[in-house]
T-cell receptor, first 109, second 116 residues
Framework: SQQGEEDPQALSIQEGENATMNCSYK?????LQWYRQNSGRGLVHLIL?????REKHSGRLRVTLDTSKKSSSLLITASRAADTASYFC?????????FGAGTRLTVKP | KAGVTQTPRYLIKTRGQQVTLSCSPI?????VSWYQQTPGQGLQFLFE???????NKGNFPGRFSGRQFSNSRSEMNVSTLELGDSALYLC???????????????FGPGTRLTVL
């Protein structure tokens, strides 16, 4: 079974707009990671945030973590058509990685 | 460094057959994990190997097995294939730095298995 749940399941925006995806999880975590997957291919790691961090930035990506609410959000600013992909949150707990169901992001040119 | 490679990329089998998938991790990575991805169940953890030992196993039947060699390359085997085993099988490697923190995983392109 999956550990996390992403919200929304699908998101469609115009190029240049911001995209926000949320992730909730059920148990305590060591860290939480976000991955991107282009259609039917392998996942690419985007960013890792540790349980004692609240916010992290990487280029156009901003991730927040609220351990009290067991939730995280991924913000992609100034989106591009190339950002079209599925985005997954994953957390490491008890020595295995659990992935959420993913958010399918479509960025229209 | 070369990325994670998986072979074969595509595979078609029939029910009852067995299949072996191969994964070569990034040079220097000692941890290899396997995942099954299906539209219905999403990404599910199969197992993880480190230094030729299985460290963790997901909730899959015994038909799914794996192993890791001394050069960190890994194989997974599925015996008595069922239609529901049709999926994208992803391998990921990771530099291992201890149980208190878990590094990012580097994924291969996957093997698309179709069971007829």
């Amino acid at each position: 079974s999956q550990q996390g749940e992403e919200d929304p399941q699908a998101l469609s925006i115009q190029e240049g707009e911001n995209a926000t995806m949320n992730c909730s999880y059920k148990t305590s975590i060591n860290n939480l990671q976000w991955y991107r997957q282009n259609s039917g291919r392998g996942l690419v790691h985007l960013i890792l945030i540790r349980s004692n961090e609240r916010e992290k930035h990487s280029g156009r990506l901003r991730v927040t973590l609220d351990t009290s609410k067991k939730s995280s959000s991924l913000l992609i600013t100034a989106s591009r058509a190339a950002d079209t992909a599925s985005y997954f949150c994953a957390n490491y707990n008890n020595n295995d990685m659990r992935f959420g169901a993913g958010t399918r992001l479509t960025v229209k040119p | 460094k070369a990325g994670v490679t998986q072979t074969p990329r595509y595979l078609i089998k029939t029910r009852g057959q067995q299949v072996t998938l191969s994964c070569s991790p990034i040079s220097g990575h000692r941890s290899v994990s396997w995942y099954q991805q299906t539209p219905g169940q999403g990404l599910q953890f199969l197992f993880e190997y480190f230094s030729e030992t299985q460290r963790n196993k997901g909730n899959f039947p015994g038909r799914f097995s794996g192993r890791q060699f001394s050069n960190s390359r890994s194989e997974m085997n599925v015996s008595t294939l069922e239609l529901g085993d049709s999926a994208l099988y992803l391998c990921a490697s990771s530099p291992y730095s201890g149980r208190s923190s878990y590094n990012e995983q580097f994924f291969g392109p996957g093997t698309r298995l179709t069971v007829l």
